[in-house]
């Protein structure tokens, strides 16, 4: 397993230079929560990891084949339930671990609600249980755990947590304290837009 080397990024949206020469190894096997004030270019970056966007120089080595990931907004597909979302997203899923990831979600009674219908957290939690399900070696995490009410929060958090012990994530948050749950959690604090 490799770390996935950002080198010397930079990306600009018309006159606005958002990345700047960002450089960075994120570790292989552990989590990176990256943070910033809002603005800063943490979902550019995400997204150019991604393979979303393209910088306008510089280069992102050792993305594996295997990506998942939860965007900042749910993107779910509207109109149709919780399984075949993930069904759609994922392919074919071993059925009890979809159960599991859904009990510790506690969508395991939404399972065939029309995801349409859903709350914001709820959504938010499929959005999550997807990205869970499909395989991958890399998780991209766009904060995952915005608008999750708190006592749900630790729940999901630590539901992340276990599902992606020795893989390679990178989670972009406003809350460190979301680190404590994670095993190996290193920090990097991107600078603000002057
Ligand atoms: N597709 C786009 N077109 C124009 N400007 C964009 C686009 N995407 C992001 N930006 C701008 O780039 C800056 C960084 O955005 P973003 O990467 O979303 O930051 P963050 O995730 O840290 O809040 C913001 O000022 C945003 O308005
Ligand atoms: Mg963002």
């Known amino acids: 397993m490799n770390p996935v080397v950002c080198t010397d990024l930079y990306k600009k949206y018309g006159e606005k ?46 993305v594996p084949e295997r ?12 109109g149709h339930d919780v399984r075949s979302n993930i069904r759609f997203a994922c392919g074919a899923v071993d059925r009890e671990r979809e159960m599991q990831i859904l009990s510790a979600l506690e ?5 065939r609600t029309d995801v349409s219908s859903l709350s914001g957290g709820m959504r938010r939690r499929v959005a999550i249980a997807r990205a869970l399900l499909a395989p991958y070696d890399l998780l991209l995490l766009d904060e995952p755990f915005k608008g999750l009410d708190e ?3 630790a729940k999901v958090v630590s539901a992340v947590a276990a599902c992606a012990k020795g893989k390679t994530v990178i989670m972009i948050t406003h809350d ?3 680190c404590g749950c994670f095993e190996n959690c290193d920090i990097l604090e991107m600078e603000p837009i002057l």
């Open 17 to 62: 230079k958002v990345l700047r020469g960002f450089s960075h190894v994120f570790k292989a096997g552990s989590v990176t929560a990256v943070t910033g004030p809002s603005g800063c270019g943490k979902t550019t970056l995400v997204s150019i990891i991604a393979g979303l966007v393209k910088p306008d120089s510089g280069k992102v080595e050792n």
């Open 151 to 153: 006592t749900l929060k």
């Open 67 to 78: 990506v998942s990931a939860v965007f900042q907004e749910d993107r779910l597909i509207e």
């Open 176 to 178: 460190i304290s979301e």
């Open 107 to 111: 969508l395991e009674n939404e399972y």
